[in-house]
């Protein structure tokens, strides 16, 4: 079972960080200071969970003794830091994602779960993503579903191959806003909703109902009836 | 560019006070130079007077025979300096020093010295009196005035090299006693710059002189410790806020995630993610006021930001029945932080879409300028209100007419915030109607 390290002070954050790991199938070893989590990280785990205030220090300056230490695991900052200049300061110093305190569950497993799927899907370097009917060529651009060809914008074509790439998992609004359109802002309309709405229905004119709406959060990819 | 005008100062300050030093020594001199002609002239007056009084006497004793015999004499001596001659009535010259009338008109009668005249004979300079006396015969007396203008052109001479040398010296001085000033202002002006750069611990080394400098030095040093610790205490705060606020909004997150399928626990979601949302707002507001003029800015794009937030917003926008334009130009770049300036155009838009009405439009550009980019939002909606007018950019203030709206009256503040992080200067022209703002960013120096 892979295994997931969780360095976090506070014990019921601890807890609810642990089920949302287990719920996504791992293992969670938690952590209380940083020095320890520092330690542990040696290990061979999947993804580090960290927090930024700690006993011992902030765990985004602790980023690159981690990696320095040798450790392959993905890191996600789970922070009461987070304002929008903390996580662009968090994701530059080396953290793979960012998640601001107070978050829901569900917006914590979809991140976990886009982490372990990115150590796992080796970059995309083949230009067909095909799920079925729907095909998405990367090289040229283009999005096709049953041969015929569906005028996507730049932004959704980005939009579709994020989704792609987290096929058969739920995908955050706030996950599409900082990895489409790299802001790491929450503004105050569901702008985002839009964009996917307009997408959602090209698939659909076109016969696929490849994108629906996950209960509460967000979206889900299912072209193949996953999810 | 503050440090060379103020350079600038100093030098016309040292240049005014060397020239009135000299000018005054100037005047004095030329005061002397003056008062030293006069009686100079006014000597060779008396040796002109004793002249006309000796012939005179010899007129009063024979009349024109022993002036003539006088005349004959003085001149075979020929003595320099002295021009005497005597005509006759015809014009034709008796006897004297020049065998050809000089060219005085002979004027009045006696041998009184008042009425004596400054000609030129000879090529130089007299003082003599010529007149006619009993009988029709002319007379002409005078003393040369060289030596008296030999004199006045070495004292000429004098006064010029002299002004030089005070010009050389008066420079020198006023050059030495700037750069003192130059070299003690020019120190706090540096530190002054650094600490504008955002170097807040920047402080001047070695000890305080007793004098005004070392006053300055020490006031501003004093300054700075104060803004140096408030500006840690706004960071410290900030993030005790955040950290004191956001863990109990979080234990409750994570309770109510485990009510199911209640909509009242979405709702309550929902108020918790408003409440992040406002104090994240302030908490920028305060940190970006505090980073006013610091350091921390890289070079951004911002046409590609302008244009992505554009993009992402436009699709609402169009939802909702606005007609959306853009004007951006190519490639304009600024020193700044990308995310704050996207979370400008997004609160601009958020506010244009949640006032405007289907059929409104909303336009952003962004025009290049020789030192500042000017970026241009404006929707043709109802506006700022008249009750807010002015104040709409300070925090928490919200118009009667959109109290049912949601929303804190933050998102202006935000924007004044983060321009005046960037140093961007914003300003609300004149508009028929709707909300028009710009903000004109400092551009990227190459």
Redesign the interface.
């Known amino acids: 079972m892979d295994r997931i390290l969780i360095v976090e002070d506070d014990a019921e954050t601890a807890g609810a960080v642990a089920r949302a790991v287990r719920e996504v199938g791992c293992l969670p070893v938690v952590c209380g200071t940083l020095a320890e989590g520092e330690a542990a990280a040696a290990d061979d785990f999947r993804v580090i969970v960290l927090d930024r205030m700690l006993p011992g220090g902030d765990g985004v300056a602790a980023i690159a003794r981690i990696r320095a230490g040798g450790a392959g695991a993905l890191i996600l900052v789970l922070s009461a830091l987070g304002r929008a200049a903390q996580r662009v300061e968090g994701l530059e110093k080396g953290a793979d994602d960012y998640l601001a305190k107070p978050f829901e569950p569900d917006e914590l497993r979809a991140r976990l779960r886009a982490l372990l799927r990115l150590g796992t899907v080796q970059a995309l370097d083949n230009d067909l993503l095909a799920f079925g009917e729907l095909e998405i060529r990367l090289k040229a651009r283009t999005v096709h579903v049953k041969r015929a060809h569906v005028a996507v914008s730049p932004k959704e074509f980005e939009l579709i191959t994020y989704f792609a790439r987290n096929a058969g998992q739920t995908v955050t609004r706030m996950q599409l806003l900082e990895n489409v359109w790299n802001l790491h802002f929450d503004p105050q309309t569901n702008v985002v909703d839009v964009h996917v709405g307009r997408l959602r229905r090209k698939l659909e004119q076109a016969g696929s109902a490849a994108i629906r709406t996950a209960r509460g959060e967000g979206y889900v990819f299912a072209p193949l009836g996953l999810g | 560019m503050s440090g060379f005008w103020q350079a600038r100062a100093t030098l016309r300050l040292a240049g005014i006070l060397a020239v009135a030093v000299i000018g005054l020594s100037l005047g004095a001199m030329g005061l002397q130079y003056r008062l030293v002609g006069d009686r100079l002239v006014a000597q060779t007056r008396a040796v002109l007077a004793a002249d006309l009084d000796g012939l005179a006497a010899l007129y009063a004793q024979r009349r024109i025979i022993a002036l003539r015999q006088a005349i004959e004499y003085r001149a075979a001596v020929d003595v320099a300096g002295e021009m005497l001659v005597l005509a006759d009535r015809g014009g034709r010259v008796l006897a004297g020093t020049h065998s050809v009338w000089p060219g005085l008109a002979a004027t009045g009668e006696g041998f009184a010295v008042a009425g004596a005249v400054r000609f030129v004979a000879d090529g130089q300079a007299w003082l003599g009196v010529s007149r006619v006396l009993p009988g029709g015969f002319p007379l002409l007396v005078a003393r040369a005035l060289t030596p008296v203008e030999a004199t006045l052109a070495s004292l000429r001479r004098g006064i010029l090299a002299l002004a030089l040398a005070l010009v050389v010296a008066g420079s020198a001085v006023g050059w030495v006693a700037a750069r003192g000033v130059m070299g003690r202002i020019g120190r706090i002006n540096a530190l002054a710059d650094r600490v504008a750069a955002g170097e807040l611990d920047a402080r001047l080394p070695g000890p305080r002189s007793h004098d005004e400098f070392g006053l300055l030095e020490g006031h501003v040093h004093a300054m700075l410790d104060r803004i140096q610790a408030l500006n840690r205490a706004t960071h410290r705060l900030s ?1 005790s806020i ?2 004191e606020l ?2 109990p ?6 309770k109510l ?1 485990r009510i199911e399928g209640q909509a009242v626990a ?1 709702d309550l ?1 929902a108020e ?2 408003a409440a ?2 406002v104090f ?1 707002s302030l ?2 507001i305060s ?1 970006a006021e505090a980073d006013q003029g610091a350091g921390g800015l890289i070079p951004v794009d911002l046409t590609a930001v302008a244009a ?2 554009w ?3 436009t ?2 926008a169009e ?1 909702k029945g606005l007609i959306c334009k853009a004007d951006l130009a190519d490639g304009l770049w600024v020193l700044g ?4 300036i ?2 400008v155009l ?1 609160n601009l838009f ?1 506010n244009a ?2 006032y405007c009405a289907a059929g409104d439009s909303l336009t952003l550009s962004l025009t290049e300028g020789p030192d500042r980019h000017v970026m241009r939002v404006a929707d043709t909606g109802p506006g700022l209100p008249d009750d807010i007018r002015g104040e709409a950019f300070e925090r928490f203030v919200r118009a009667d007419r959109d109290r049912a709206r ?2 804190h009256g933050l ?1 202006l503040t935000l924007v004044r915030a983060i321009a005046a992080r960037h140093g961007a200067r914003l300003t609300q022209p004149a508009a028929d109607r709707g909300f028009v703002l710009e903000i004109a960013w400092p551009r990227l120096a190459v």
């Open positions: 993030d955040a950290h956001r863990t909004m979080h234990r409750m997150m994570q995630a979405d979601r918790m993610r992040v949302r994240d908490l920028d940190r992505g937030v993009d992402l917003y699709a609402l939802d932080d990308r995310t704050l996207a979370q997004s958020d879409i949640k949601p929303g998102g």
